[in-house]
């Protein structure tokens, strides 16, 4: 048993003086909890193609704070669905958000009003981030793994539709 004790001492001191460490603001991301998202699929059609993006739907105040945070993955046809009960032009932000995202900030018609990239913050557990967001009101955003929207050729002008495929939550 020592030497398993030693040996894992050895590894991860090896790991420290490589500089291989786990990114503190990933060992102590804490997000909040206490709720279940509901789902979804978002579909942008455009030129003939359409890509479809399995969502969770982030509808609450709680759940909109926590949004993708602290995750350290996103399926490639994943992404999180802001849905706001009014128009808004509040900006977001990437608290403890450790992917870096593309977001599209979507109007009341289903109508894409501006896409972004949003790259991981130098220090995401910080208080002082970047803020992004259109300069026209929203009531939906997107976000998905950076670089979605251009792998698809999306751009303001796809045609956007929503199926929720929980409807009984």
Known sequence: MQRFFAAAGIGILALVCLGLRVPAAQAACIAPGGFTYKH???????RGATARVRV??????????TGLMCRTSLAP?????????????TPFWMKNTL?????????KSWRIVALMDMPVAPDPSGDQLP??????????????NQGFFTQHGIDAAAQVSFMQTDPGR
């Not at 046809?77 to 032009?89: C, I, K, N, S």
């Open 131 to 144: 803020t992004y967001g259109p300069k026209t009101p929203y009531r939906y955003a997107l976000e998905v």
């Open 40 to 46: 979804g699929v978002v579909a942008f059609t455009e």
């Open 99 to 107: 992917i870096p995202l593309s977001i599209a900030f979507i109007d």
């Open 77 to 89: 046809d994943a992404g999180m669905l802001f849905w706001f009960r009014d128009d808004t032009d």
């Open 56 to 65: 969770e739907i982030a509808d609450s105040e709680v759940s909109q704070e």
